[in-house]
């Protein structure tokens, strides 16, 4: 299968204001840590500039983060030098992974499954996570919860910070969902002003998949797993049809 993920891959060009942004957003770091082993790698898909990776790592356990960006990855490994702490990182596509270790637990957090836009692409997905997970490990993700009243108008809104160059920003989004791809399209438009004066304009797009809780309960099941939790939030609320989030904690079947 070739990379279909590099023309979706804008909104991480800029990987140190991203980080910024992002690193401080824990709250799915306890929910993770239960599942931790007490031995053997842990490997995180789509890890990013590592912001679950270094502290985990930083907790004495082994740790794995591949990513298909270059750009996030080669940050999370400075971040791990900085923090001293040793993180194997490599740069594979999480369809085709090609790991020479075996896990007892792998994770995906961000929402990271919602880059993987089509059906075949999530099949490829749970092969490849199926394949270096040991019998009996643990496979945990989220994904946003489709809530269709606010996905079925157009959001248009605008937000205001200032950027890690010092200048004031204001970005305008809009965000547009297809119900027969069940792809949102968000489209972001960043000014930045210095003074009263625009100084420049950047763009990006990001396109981002929905899955509905039946589709995914099948999707894991077909798989080779069996779900073990199923929590509408990382503080382990219920799922229900108002619920920010579907998170996952899977166990790959013992055949």
């Given at each position: ?84 702490v040793p993180i194997q990182c490599f740069l594979q596509d999480c369809t085709q992974l090609s790991l020479k270790q075996s896990t007892k637990l792998m994770f995906m957090c961000g929402n990271s499954f919602q880059h993987f836009l089509t059906n ?100 894991i099941n077909v798989h080779g797993f069996r779900i073990l939790h199923e929590y509408g939030d990382w503080k382990k609320g219920s799922l229900t049809p108002k619920s920010p989030q579907m998170i996952y904690v899977c166990q790959k079947k013992i055949?």
């Amino acid at each position: 299968m070739n990379n279909i993920f590099s023309d979706n891959l804008e909104k991480y060009a800029d990987a140190n204001e991203y980080d910024r942004k992002h690193e401080n957003f824990l709250i799915d770091l306890p929910l993770i840590l239960e599942w931790a082993p007490a031995d053997g790698p842990i490997v995180e898909l789509a890890c990013g500039t590592g912001r679950l990776t270094v502290p985990i790592a930083e907790l004495g356990h082994e740790m794995i983060g591949v990513d298909i960006h270059a750009g996030m990855l080669d940050l999370a490994k400075a971040k791990a030098i900085e923090k001293n702490v040793p993180i194997q990182c490599f740069l594979q596509d999480c369809t085709q992974l090609s790991l020479k270790q075996s896990t007892k637990l792998m994770f995906m957090c961000g929402n990271s499954f919602q880059h993987f836009l089509t059906n075949e692409v999530q099949d490829a997905l749970f092969q490849s996570v199926h394949r270096h997970l040991e019998d009996g490990g643990i496979f945990i993700f989220d994904t946003r919860n489709p809530i269709m009243e606010e996905l079925s108008k157009v959001d248009e809104y605008e937000e205001h910070f200032k950027h890690s160059n010092g200048l004031r920003v204001r970005e305008y989004h809009k965000e547009t969902y297809n119900p027969m791809t069940q792809i949102l399209h968000c489209e972001t438009e960043r000014r930045f002003f210095k003074g009263t004066n625009v100084a420049s304009v950047e763009n990006d797009k990001i396109s981002l998949r929905y899955v509905f809780p039946l589709e995914m309960r099948r999707l894991i099941n077909v798989h080779g797993f069996r779900i073990l939790h199923e929590y509408g939030d990382w503080k382990k609320g219920s799922l229900t049809p108002k619920s920010p989030q579907m998170i996952y904690v899977c166990q790959k079947k013992i055949v």
